[in-house]
């Protein structure tokens, strides 16, 4: 470990020259002791010609290669040849990383055969951390001694110099070189059995033209039969015509008796077991599944024989059919284990298809139990008189507002927005409240379009642009409006952007705002955005961030000693105050998140485990959450018509929908394997945060 010292910190370790680097990345994790952080990279020495390699969640560009898709064999070509591994639980930790010496000798699993000193705590924010860590841990009668063994989750024998090389010995012997829920992989080549089925290079052009054609649905029925009867001594025409009755025909018994077949004149023949177990998964026959994929659902254990080496479209096919059977039984522990293997490797296919569709899906249902006990306040909408008559402006001009949606002229825009500040502001506040009191009005018109109810929407972005604190007394009458009221006027705009109308005319009152939040029922997404808003304050003002971090430490003391009162406990409002804490604080803000939890009602939906909470804490790099501040006219203007599916471009939106996941579907051979890619971001495409979205 670089920057680590009294004592050095190393291991000598051995691994498979197969192994990509995203199973490197996984063995020195276990070599080292490190525990939580899924972050990495590999970048060569200074001046080196040798590319930079990335885990799959940081950023590519054209000159890096994913560790997934990368071999030691294909980068590691020179012995004393040299790499820096950066692991990222939080803070970076930097490990030289030299090849000593290239082995002549078939690996199959890592091993550790040297090391000294422990590895630091995961939870150090770094080398000067660390070295503070072990002076406080020397001296029992220290004052911070109890904190930081609690903190760092040490016990009180731990020793900075202890190595236990029996023990790394068996923490690296578990590593399978990717998650840890499946035996280590090796890739075989498509043309594993290209001997034993008497497989030329013309063969497999013809497999995969029919293959594509039974994919795109144009499969041809006759040509088939022939190809079938023509190669008998080969599994893959046959499985093509087996999914052709399962998928066109609906021949389903002509379909069970070719797959049967199949498995028992090629039981090496791994699709037709998961085409078997996708049909008894779809007609949830459940029980027969594992009869196909083994009782461990765990392919290296279903073919011992084969030593774990399988082609990519044998893996992916396997572990997306187990999956798959495992959302049909709603496991999710289980089917949570082949997604992120999936994920993992094979980023691509999981980014948009029905595998994570599926997956979110179970995630959804079971959260579903679990907020059903969990409590909502009811919004009642403070009281403003109704009336009939539309408000007269100062300016004729913002009439317009009540006949234009986000497409109006931005030079009509341009022209409002340079009236008279005083009574320009005036008119909008008449604007928000006639969203209020006309509001029945407006329900029971027969015929809306989207442009009679956009009005309010126009107020709030001139508002926000001129930075109109003037108008905050009216937009905390409008933020006290019940939940019919924010369905009807402001739907996705309530949880994605009401926060940035709050952060312009609201972020001098965070006294106000704090009053606001522990008013009795009052709306809880408008509550969380005033929470979001908060965080915005601290992210992108580090002057004001003590302020921020002192109104949680207030609201979230206030939450709880009002805990009994339903007016005002919202299980929603309370669990998201505590995440964003988590980001704005720091390691000294735990204690209070540690009681929020012992309380029992904070959601794990929300927030993750206390454990989340640990890791996110010392992560320091929380850029992700820093969203953007709009300072213009146009810029709430172009956000409200991206938000609405239009480009900046006259073109309309794409509507080209992603690849279906084809494993999900009967599978068939081709000779190009599929192809794992880089994955991205909040992967469902949603376009909300990953923390709003998909990751609970």
Not at 236 to 262: G, P, T
Not at 557 to 570: G, Q, S, T, W, Y
Request: charged share 30%; with cysteine; net charge negative.
């Amino acid at each position: 470990m670089i920057d680590v010292d009294s004592p050095k910190v190393w291991r000598q370790i051995i691994v498979p020259e197969q192994y990509s680097f995203l199973s490197l990345h996984y063995a020195i994790k276990a070599a080292f002791g490190w525990k939580n952080g899924m972050s990495f990279r590999f970048e060569p020495e200074e001046n080196s010609a040798d590319p930079v390699i990335l885990g799959y969640d940081q950023h590519n560009d054209e000159n890096s290669l994913d560790a997934a898709e990368t071999l030691l064999s294909d980068v590691f070509v020179r012995e004393q040849q040299i790499y820096i591994y950066t692991y990222i639980p939080g803070v970076k930790w930097l490990h030289h990383l030299q090849l000593e010496k290239i082995l002549d000798c078939d690996l199959r699993k890592p091993d550790c055969i040297a090391g000294e000193g422990c590895c630091p705590p995961e939870y150090c924010m770094g080398t000067d951390d660390y070295q503070k860590t072990k002076e406080i841990m020397a001296d029992n009668n220290h004052p911070e001694y109890i904190d930081t063994k609690n903190w760092m989750e040490l016990n009180e024998q731990w020793n900075p110099c202890e190595f236990d090389l029996a023990e790394t010995k068996e923490r690296i012997a578990n590593v399978n070189g990717g998650p840890s829920f499946f035996r280590n992989y090796h890739i075989a080549s498509h043309d594993i059995f290209d001997e034993k089925y008497g497989l030329t290079p013309e063969l497999w052009e013809l497999i995969d033209e029919v293959n594509e054609q039974i994919t795109s649905g144009t499969g041809d029925l006759g040509k088939l039969k022939n190809l079938t009867e023509k190669y008998p001594n080969m599994p893959h025409f046959r499985n093509m015509l087996s999914v052709y009755y399962l998928r066109e025909e609906k021949k389903f018994r002509r379909f069970r008796k070719i797959a049967r077949q199949i498995i028992k004149e090629f039981p090496e023949y791994v699709l037709a077991r998961c085409n078997m177990a996708s049909y008894y998964t779809l007609l949830g026959q459940l029980t027969k599944v594992p009869e196909y994929l083994g009782n461990e659902l765990d392919l290296s254990i279903l073919y011992p024989e084969r030593n774990s080496s399988f082609t990519e479209v044998e893996i992916f096919n396997y572990h997306a059919t187990a999956f798959q059977y495992l959302i049909a039984k709603e496991d999710v522990i289980e089917a949570q284990k082949h997604f992120i293997f999936l994920v993992h490797f094979f980023p691509e296919a999981t980014k948009r298809g029905e595998l994570f569709l599926k997956m979110i899906s179970l995630r959804y249902k079971k959260n579903s139990e679990k907020l059903k006990k969990e409590h909502t306040v009811k919004a009642i909408a403070q009281y403003v008189p109704p009336t009939e008559e539309a408000p007269m402006f100062r300016h004729r001009e913002v009439e317009i507002f009540y006949r234009k949606s986000w497409n109006i002229n931005r030079d009509t825009l341009r022209k409002i927005i340079a009236l008279p500040q005083e009574t320009l502001v005036e008119d909008m506040k008449k604007m928000l409240m006639d969203s209020i009191s006309r509001h029945t009005h407006f329900l029971s018109r027969e015929k809306l379009t989207e442009n009679d109810y956009s009005f309010h929407i126009h107020a709030f972005h001139i508002l926000s642009s001129l930075k109109a604190e003037e108008a905050f007394d009216t937009v905390l009458t409008v933020m006290r409006q019940d939940k019919e009221y924010f369905d009807f006027w402001f739907g996705y705009i309530l949880t994605e952007d009401f926060w940035r109308f709050l952060y312009m005319i609201a972020q001098n009152r965070l006294d106000r705002l704090k009053d606001f939040m522990l008013e009795p029922n009052r709306h809880a997404f408008v509550r969380t955005a005033v929470s979001e808003t908060v965080l915005q304050v601290a992210m992108h003002q580090p002057d004001r961030k003590w302020e921020a971090l002192q109104w949680y430490y207030d609201v979230l003391r206030a939450i709880i000693e009002k805990k009994d009162d339903l007016r005002i406990f919202d299980t929603i409002v309370f669990s998201s105050v505590v995440h964003d804490l988590m980001i704005a604080g720091d390691r000294q803000h735990f204690p209070l998140i540690e009681e929020c939890f012992a309380t029992g009602l904070v959601s794990e939906i929300y927030v993750g485990a206390l454990q989340d909470v640990k890791n996110q804490l010392v992560n320091e790099d929380k850029s992700y959450y820093k969203n953007e501040i709009f300072a213009t006219i146009d810029q709430y203007y172009d956000n409200w018509k991206i938000k609405f599916g239009m480009r900046q471009s006259d073109e309309p939106p794409s509507t080209k929908l992603a690849k279906p996941v084809k494993p999900i579907k009967p599978a068939t051979q081709s000779g190009n394997t599929h192809k794992a890619a880089r994955n991205a971001p909040c992967p469902c495409g949603s376009g909300k945060k990953y923390k709003r979205c998909c990751s609970r």
